[in-house]
């Protein structure tokens, strides 16, 4: 982190709220349910194993690397135990992403930024029943999570090769709507905004959005102020780390809310 970025995190630290502060019935349930309930679900278990295998797993690949790259990972050739230490969400995030779609049971959900694939084994595990569409620019990633699904049998998720700015919108235009996007690629305001403005096309009251890496930088924060700020966006909530809105009919006001994670 940056001092910019530090002094923000001590901010978040010091605001944020936790279930003594929040008053909406939707928001404290949420918050005891989802962020302070650590029930370990079944699948948490195997999760935990394949992350610990591809931690342990040193094979080099050759990245192509089509957004804002990687803090910690510059270089071009990475280990898949580097990529799963710095570059895919952590176990507690992962966790909270498959508590999350076990509770609201989104039926088409896509992942912008496949990467080494095991998030995404989270959100098809949290939904069996659902379709995951994760879309990935690496060849070499691609073909990494395509052998990590064929050996876990993952059957509900549909892996697409290519350029977000490319293969999002030919995706979507065969879908009739989203339940769930997951964005974890390009952490760059233009085309962190491009997607937010596509995904709203096909967006329903139900939608829920989450936003990966809000604090990366100076771009990444104004684009998350510019997506809260959306007329359309009924509910936010910012975890540091990540955020989340909403387009929810209930909620007749707008808001914003730091929550605690």
């Known amino acids: 982190m940056n001092l910019g970025t530090i002094f923000k995190y001590i901010n978040y630290q010091l605001t944020a709220c936790n279930e003594h502060d929040l008053h909406s019935p939707f928001l404290y349930n949420f918050y005891m349910e989802l962020i302070k309930n650590k029930y370990p679900f ?39 135990s580097d990529i799963s230490k710095h570059g ?104 962190t905004m491009r997607y937010f403005k596509t995904a709203l096309t096909k967006k329903t009251p139900q939608t829920i959005m989450m936003f990966d890496d809000i604090n990366w930088s100076k771009e990444m924060q104004k684009a998350w102020k510019e997506i809260q700020l959306n007329s359309e966006v009924t509910l936010s909530m910012d975890f540091f780390y990540f955020g989340l809105v909403f387009f929810r009919t209930e909620h007749k006001e707008k808001e914003h809310v730091v929550l605690k994670f």
């Open 88 to 191: 895919i969400a952590t176990q507690k995030q992962a966790e909270f992403l498959y508590r999350l779609l076990n509770a609201f049971q989104p039926k088409t959900i896509i992942e912008l930024g496949t990467s080494v694939g095991l998030t995404t084994l989270y959100l098809a595990k949290s939904v069996p029943k659902s379709s995951i569409y994760t879309i990935e620019g690496c060849p070499n990633l691609f073909q990494f999570s395509n052998q990590l699904f064929q050996k876990q049998q993952q059957k509900n998720i549909q892996q697409i090769q290519g350029n977000f700015d490319i293969e999002f919108p030919k995706l979507l235009q065969s879908l009739k709507s989203i339940d769930f996007i997951y964005i974890d690629g390009n952490h760059a305001y233009e085309p």
């Open 42 to 80: 079944a699948d948490f278990k195997l999760l935990q194993q394949i992350r610990a295998q591809l931690i342990q797993n040193h094979t080099e690949l050759q990245i192509t690397d089509f957004g804002a790259g990687s803090k910690k990972l510059n270089n071009n050739k990475r280990r898949i």
